[in-house]
């Protein structure tokens, strides 16, 4: 099966500085009866993003006009935590974001997001401080997300590429544009000869 390809993504980021947010957060537990990934978009932080009569708060930041369009969100520390539903890397992309940039996530969320064509971006506190006063003095600054060099890199404006961790396997995959399914379905050929020798 494919999934979103990602070699280099060069766009504007969306800010939100808040450590620990969790998956509940991200997508609230009463939005995960459906078992596909339409509409989820629109239910994202859902809790922080509508008032209490279903209008937008225009306090949050994903409902700033400047927001429309950015695909990097820049997150606090420790993003993603709580349970280990996969609609939160849903909700994320179906808003149209591509990679979240912090300083570490959740093991269980971090995994969703690869198999889900979302990138965490894990960065040192130095770095993220660093680019988050870059954001602030102008936010409409593009950071830029490679995947295509010998090492994983995030960029801006000024800064020369940092190189960031990520599972080889959920990169190659990120690269091709598969999942886990279409990268074995990809090896058909060579699973049908070893199964002919092995009779």
């Not at 064509?117 to 600054?141: I, R, S």
Request: net charge negative; charged share 20%.
């Amino acid at each position: 099966m494919s999934a979103p390809k990602f070699t280099t993504l060069t766009a504007r980021c969306i800010v939100l500085p808040v450590a620990d947010v969790d998956t509940d957060q991200i997508i609230p537990a009463r939005f995960l009866k459906v078992t596909d990934k339409k509409g989820l978009g629109e239910n994202l932080f859902c809790d922080w993003r509508y008032l209490d009569d279903g209008s937008p708060n225009p306090d949050f930041v994903l409902n700033k006009p400047g927001s429309q369009g950015a695909q990097i969100l820049v997150a606090g520390n420790n993003f993603g935590c709580g349970s280990s539903r996969e609609h939160a890397p849903w909700a994320l992309t179906g808003w149209g974001l591509r990679a979240v940039v912090s300083t570490m996530f959740a093991d269980i969320f971090r995994n969703n997001s690869l198999k889900n064509g979302f990138v965490p971006v894990t960065v040192e506190p130095a770095v993220h401080a660093e680019l988050m006063a870059a954001l602030t003095k102008d936010p409409t600054m593009e950071v830029t997300v490679d995947l295509t060099g010998e090492s994983a890199t995030v960029s801006w404006p000024g800064r020369a590429p940092v190189a960031f961790p990520i599972d080889p396997f959920a990169r190659d995959c990120l690269l091709k544009g598969v999942d886990e399914l279409g990268y074995l379905q990809a090896l058909e050929p060579q699973i049908k000869a070893y199964e002919a020798a092995h009779a």
